[in-house]
């Protein structure tokens, strides 16, 4: 939609150890990185840190940029730009800072502030999976195009974003989450302390019997792959416990939303060991009382990354129907289907561009209104 936009934005990847600015031209980076320390224990000094890092971009650039727009981890009001509450990575925002105004003031620039998980799905939806899956039904004849979808990431936490017929969904409150859901295997515990990185090492411990908190989901990866020394077994389930949790959690949401899904973060690293648990979940059946079984998700489930699924995906069930008292007919195609996959720009890049295209089409809708 915006690949051949010549507006720039620019862009920031907010840690808590570093702040790293870009700027974005048609959905790519225009300039080198400039990584300036968060210092984020310490207000003034985290402002000034994005005050120094955004003016060094705009002076590196040839022309205004017409916006900021960037993800910020943790609660805010995202609509108004106040970022506040339990912080752990920056503790001098815990009591409420307004960071859009603050920086609008400075800069004299529009800006926009999301969630990394709402950029995600907002970047894929734009010029990442959907675009790319509906391009590829359409090469493989088929007239059914998809406009929703789910993205989630896979990390330190269990993050989602919604986009629903090409707007990204905010709520009422910009709170839509998944990590707070009851967990598949505790439903009193909450699911991110299932799918996220301290669930693989918490669970390769307990399975192998050790207590090695140095380990990274990387290396029990290897480990499962066979070229790591350690537990297999353990490594590896670990890893289907993890997707287990999350394709519950799925199943919820795509019965709701009925969306498509994809997935970044660093975790898909072990797609290879998490996505049959995933998949198994949401092509899961539950019961009535009276014990009659039923999908657990209403629709069909492809694994998008397998081409034989895909051309099925693809294909569905159309046939030709004649209308009633007419020689004329239609097409139907009576089976419900949606599909996952997994992240082919990378989390990173897809929040980016999520944060590229939102800040351009807020600006054209009010330029619209």
Known sequence: MYHFDNRIV?????????????AMRGCEFIVDPVTIPSRADNLDQCLQSMVNGFKTIIDLLDEKPVAI??????????????????LPNFPSFRDGVALGPFLEEKFG????????GDLFAFGEAMAGALPEINKKVAELGSHKQYKNILGYTFGTGFGIGEVIDGKLNLGNNACIETFCLPGKHNPEVMVEDSVAIRAVIREYNRLAGTNDHSLTPKDICEIAEGIREGNQDAAKESFRLFGEAAGDAMATAVTL????????????GAAQFIMPALLKQLRSTIHTINGEQLQRVQMNVF????????????????????VYGSEKTVVYDPMKRTGVCLSKLGASKAISIGAYTYALSQLDAEREA
């Not at 620019?10 to 870009?22: M, Q, R, Y």
């Not at 529009?110 to 990394?116: A, E, G, H």
Request: no cysteine; proline share 6%.
């Open 10 to 22: 620019i862009t920031l990847d907010a840690g808590g150890t570093n702040l790293v600015f870009g």
């Open 69 to 86: 727009s960037f993800a910020f981890p943790g609660p805010a009001d995202y609509p108004n730009g106040i970022v506040g509450g339990s």
């Open 109 to 116: 620039l529009p800006v926009f502030i999301n969630n990394d």
């Open 257 to 268: 939303t009925d969306s498509l899904i994809v997935i970044g973060g660093g975790l898909t």
């Open 303 to 322: 694994d998008l990354d397998d081409e034989r699924e895909f051309a099925l995906f693809a294909k569905g069930d159309a046939r030709e129907l004649k």
